[in-house]
């Protein structure tokens, strides 16, 4: 078996420090066996590196409760009041402490620091140094569209729990409150991440614990994800992709008519850099895979040594050098690890074995708008490869899943298979077999969209915008998140309102068959 990853630390100054480092418990739990042993392994491991630890628990289900009312933001706050009533005496003289979540906790927590400090509620530094985030749903996950009562018997998740369905709202792909969020972090300077800040850590696997397997439900197997959430979606380091149709000029084929067909790039921007590391061997949840609940309190436990050590680097990082030179190393450790994981095999008794390829993933979530602020739910998104931007052109196998937001049907969420959009070489197994030819690729990306409605009196015109190998590039990054905000232009026919003379004698006027008219066009 291959030996587990390891993170470089000497670079990372050791020193001896008493280190405040508080787990974040979910609302369902009356007890401190969410993480298993590892606070214990860390507090004994953290010894030898310099380190003491004070390990606080703060348990969420003893602010507020589970109930459909309650959204992300009230938990938010019920996280604050956990804080002021259980580390005052820690934070008194100036200690911060240093935080570790599970799952819905990292999207908690950012909320947390986002709302009282990222922007300015509150005055002073954060009092949290460190966020050390143990695959979080930072973009949510496909498996809350099932609803609550689907989710709470998935054992890999809940554990038989029934969520509220306030929270499932935010955790939908796409959710308005996620995207903002996860807007503000991507258009955001990286200033925060500082000395003075906080320095944020992802942590997650991409092995799933076949146990846990759900056969009527196909996310809880799905390649790229830990069983719950995505890689793609626990990556802080996603983008936006702003697109904008072009103003409307005369269609020389149809006169009074307009043409929009352009989509033109409005602005595109990627989040600062931010550290994650994907982990060799761990799904979400589970005693033997599980990202936390797998750490065994004897040093003997080679199986979750990476998992450690890796927390024990996070500590350590104090300066914006050293949490650079981490982002670094944790990427090269990723990239290893997804390499030399890419094929699994599952040995069957009489028939043929079963492969799986975990190639790399990308997730695009598109929300589409007019230039009026109005959302736009009825629409035909194509995405085209190739120099004719041909829909027929794109690879076969490149499509894992799409799914639109239930609440905001505006916005929908592409997953795609990144290695066979950009194009990877064979898979072969130990004797030599070709078990997956190399793939060419798709070589560039474009996007068509047809709105509706695209007659009658308010109207939308379809526009594209066309294949080429910078969109791909810059929309389908490994392991992460695009957010592609498309702004349509909004056509509105002088039909729509009509002033005229009082007829004598109070004739009525017919306005039943009144026809739109020319369109009112607006061409800056």
């Given amino acids: 078996m291959p030996a587990p990853t390891t993170i470089n630390t000497t670079a990372i100054k050791e020193q001896s420090r008493n280190l405040c480092v508080v787990f974040v418990h979910g609302w369902s739990v009356t007890n401190t066996d969410t993480y298993g042993a590892l606070p214990e392994r860390l507090r004994l491991e953290a010894a030898s590196a310099g380190l003491v630890l004070q390990v606080e628990d703060i348990f969420l289900g003893r602010y507020i409760s589970f109930h459909d009312e309650v959204q992300l933001s009230d938990i938010t706050h019920a996280f604050d009041c956990a804080i002021h009533d259980q580390l005052s005496a820690v934070l008194a003289d100036g200690t911060r402490f240093i935080c570790i979540t599970h799952s819905t906790g990292g ?5 947390w620091w986002h ?88 942590l997650t696997g991409q092995s799933i614990d076949r146990a846990f397997y759900d056969n009527l439900n196909t996310y809880t197997g799905e390649i790229g994800s830990d069983g719950v ?21 005369p269609d020389p084929a149809q006169p009074g008519m307009y043409l929009a067909a352009t989509l033109e790039v409005g602005k595109y921007q990627q989040a600062p850099q931010s550290a994650l590391l994907v982990l060799a061997g761990k799904s979400h949840s589970g005693e033997k895979m599980g990202i936390m609940r797998s750490v065994q309190a004897a040093s003997s436990d080679t199986q ?39 094929l699994e095999t599952e040995k069957h008794f009489l028939i043929a074995d079963t492969h799986f390829f975990h190639d790399k993933h990308a997730m695009l979530i598109f929300r589409v708008r007019d230039d009026q602020g109005h959302a736009i739910s009825d629409f035909d998104l194509l995405l085209t490869a190739g120099p004719e931007a041909d829909p027929n052109h794109l690879p076969q196998g490149f499509f894992v899943d799409r799914q639109r937001n239930q609440r905001n049907p505006e916005v929908i969420t592409y997953y795609f298979n990144r290695d066979v959009m950009k194009g990877c070489d064979a898979i072969v197994d130990d004797e030599g077999n070709i078990l997956r030819a190399a793939l060419p690729g798709a070589g560039m990306l474009g996007f068509k969209i047809i709105a509706r409605p695209d007659t009658g009196f308010v109207h939308y015109l379809p526009c594209e915008i066309k294949a080429t190998k910078e969109m791909l590039e810059s929309a389908l990054r490994r392991n992460s998140t695009t957010l592609i905000d498309i702004r349509l232009r909004r056509i509105v026919h002088k039909e729509v309102f009509r002033s005229g003379p009082l007829l004598a004698g109070g004739q009525s006027v017919d306005f039943a068959n009144v026809q739109p008219g020319p369109e009112i066009v607006d061409t800056k």
């Fill in 107 to 111: 999207p908690v927590v950012r909320d």
């Fill in 304 to 342: 979750s040594a990476a998992t450690v050590a890796a927390i024990l680097a996070c500590l350590q990082v104090q300066t914006s050098a050293q949490y650079a030179n981490l982002c670094a190393e944790f990427a090269i450790a990723t990239e290893q690890v997804q390499a030399r994981k890419v």
């Fill in 115 to 202: 709302r009282y400090y990222q922007q300015r509620a509150r005055a002073g530094i954060c009092p949290m140094s460190h966020l050390i985030m143990l695959a979080p749903a930072n973009y949510g996950s496909a498996l809350a569209q099932l609803g609550k009562q689907r989710i709470g018997r998935l054992k890999a998740w809940m554990g038989g729990v029934e969520p509220g369905q306030g929270v499932l709202d935010w955790l939908e792909l796409g959710s308005n409150a996620s995207w903002d969020l996860n807007t503000d972090w991507i258009m955001s300077d990286g200033s925060q991440i500082a000395p003075d800040g906080c320095f944020p850590f992802v």
């Fill in 229 to 249: 959430v995505r890689t793609a979606a626990a990556h802080l380091q996603g983008a936006y992709l702003g697109l904008v149709q072009e103003p409307p000029k």
